[in-house]
């Protein structure tokens, strides 16, 4: 919780805490967060604005993370940045079915977290609990880096390529509330703003 508070490593602050003699005793590796750093938490949420999901388990409080995509590089460098210990071996687990719009089957790879009670922080920010399906909204805090928007470009962002023009990036936000397309709007222009800033 303090790491996350200050945007850091749990061992930097477990560090800290053991400096200022203050008990930090090791708990329950299958109840305790793995070492989340700033970066991969950035990820994360990018993951989480394209097709990536959380899910609480039922009578457990709980969540998991998983990603479906139809690219196995993807899921690959996902397990890759992210910590180790988060995934489980032997993954990311494939499937193949047929194309409903083509003659080709096409194969989903998927890549499911172990629980972890930092993804159980995030559920509660990042989804709108209703009825029947929940759903997933952008937290009013939420700024958005370009870590976070490479991600989401990799999930649910496209390139097209015109005639004549830049090519044109979009990025699908119609699983959202409008509240949070707009937010997101309003973060991707601010980035814009501080990368011309920058001269980038």
């Given amino acids: 919780t303090i790491a996350d508070r200050y945007e850091t490593s749990v061992t930097a602050i477990r560090y800290q805490l053991d400096n200022a003699g203050i008990d930090c005793p090791q708990r329950n590796p299958r109840t305790t967060d793995v070492d989340w750093r700033p970066f991969q938490t ?9 097709d990536g999901c959380l899910h609480r388990r039922r009578h457990a409080e709980s969540c998991f993370f998983q990603l479906s995509t139809t690219t196995k590089a993807h899921a ?5 940045k992210l910590p180790a210990g988060l995934f489980p071996d032997a993954q990311p687990n494939s499937v193949t079915r047929p194309n409903q719009f083509t003659e080709e089957d096409y194969t989903c790879w998927t890549v499911t977290s172990r629980p972890q009670p ?10 709108e609990v209703r009825d029947e399906h929940n759903r997933k909204r952008v937290p009013d ?3 958005l880096d370009s870590t976070a928007l490479l991600h989401w470009y990799w999930g649910d962002g496209n390139c097209s390529i015109r005639d004549r023009g830049a090519p044109r990036v979009s990025f699908a936000t119609h699983g959202f509330p409008e509240p949070s397309v707009q937010h997101l709007h309003e973060e991707i222009d601010r980035l814009a703003d501080k990368l011309d800033s920058y001269g980038q």
């Fill in 76 to 80: 690959d460098r996902l397990t890759s």
């Fill in 42 to 50: 950035s990820v994360i949420k990018g993951e989480l604005l394209g």
């Fill in 118 to 127: 930092y993804l159980d922080r995030l559920y509660d920010t990042w989804y």
């Fill in 141 to 143: 805090d939420f700024r």
